[in-house]
């Protein structure tokens, strides 16, 4: 007898699955769905999608990362550096004030100057007054006060190492000096070997390499 629904009409008939045949037959299941070919799942493409982006973000992290320990690495290396050249400067001895007087040798002080402050060598050749404020401390009333005047007369102009040493040998440097030079010649005795008499006349013969007129 067919059944109706609720409404009327024939309730759709339920397809059966034909009777094993035989004694020990095993019933056959019916075949499952099949999906039409080329047809994706939504929810995969979506993972994807997901997966790709959290890859990017993944990469510039790490680039970030990178550039920051760049940033460190650069600044412990001057850190270092700057702590470096303190260290070995504490341990120098302080060389003589100049006082500006005829009997002080100014080319040794120079000289002596350069080699005490040997590790600020980029501040002694660079165009500006780090150099010159470092070695104004050892610079005696005299000089100094030449150093003031200077200073004023010169006004915003750059007051660089080149020029200081060069201003300040041309005032405290003897009128006279070459006089001088071969008196020291002439009176320069052989006290020693003749190895140490070649060695002192080469050295009084030697170029001023501090002064520069």
Known sequence: MDQTSTSGQPAPSTPRTPAPQGPGA?????????????AMPQAGAGMGDNAFSQLLQMMASQQQFQ?????????????????????????????PKFHGRTDEDLELWLFAIEEHLSGYARERDSCDSRFVDMV????????????????????????TWFLVKQQICIRFRDSDFEFKLLSKLHDLQVTGTQQEYTCKFLLLLSPPSSCQK
Do not use: C
């Open 26 to 38: 095993t019933p056959t299941p019916s075949p499952a769905p099949q999906m039409p070919s080329g």
């Open 67 to 95: 550039a920051f320990m760049e940033q460190q690495t650069t600044f412990q290396r001057e850190m270092f550096e700057q702590l470096s050249r303190v260290t070995r400067q504490k341990y120098k001895t302080d060389p």
């Open 136 to 159: 104004v401390p050892f610079l005696g009333p005299d000089a100094m006060s030449w150093y003031r005047e200077f200073k004023n007369i010169l006004g915003d102009r750059r007051r």
